[in-house]
Structure formats: C-alpha cells, structure tokens
C-alpha cells in the first residue's frame, strides 16, 4: 500500500515508507536468524539481525532528516545546523 508513495519527498511521507518498509525487512530477518538458530544454536545470528535493523534504522533516520530540512529550508527557514 505505500509502494505508490516510496518517491514523494515529505519528510513524514518518507519516515512511513521507510518505517513500514524496515519493519517488514526486519521481520523476514528475524525469521531467518530463528530458523538459523534452531539449526545451529548460537547467538550469532541474532546479534548480526540486530546490527543490520540498527543500521537499517540509522539510514532510514537520515534520509527524513534529509527531507526534513529539505522541506524547512523550501519554508524559507534557516537550515538547522
């Protein structure tokens, strides 16, 4: 449902899409670090799924700061520093 809006450059737009976007990404690796798990018990594939959804989430965070000042600085606003 919100592949139609994944270009529109709202930075509130944005932070949905990605947001909806990471969170189905983190899903579908935390099922596969489970099914890893069960195979081979180890803390290994959890530890690499949790920094790959930090980076995930760190990326995402600033492509809305991005938007974000994008849009205040189209308000004619000073840029934040």
């Known amino acids: 449902m919100l592949a139609r809006y994944r270009h529109h450059g709202g930075s ?20 596969g670090a489970g099914l890893a798990t069960a195979l081979r018990p180890s803390a290994w594939p959890d530890l690499i799924v949790g920094l790959g959804i930090a980076v995930l989430n760190a990326d995402a965070a600033r492509e809305v700061w991005q938007a974000a000042r994008q849009e205040h600085g189209a308000a004619g606003y000073d840029p934040v520093p």
């Open 12 to 31: 509130l737009t944005r932070a949905a899409f990605l947001s909806a976007r990471n969170d189905a990404l983190a899903n579908v690796a935390i099922i």
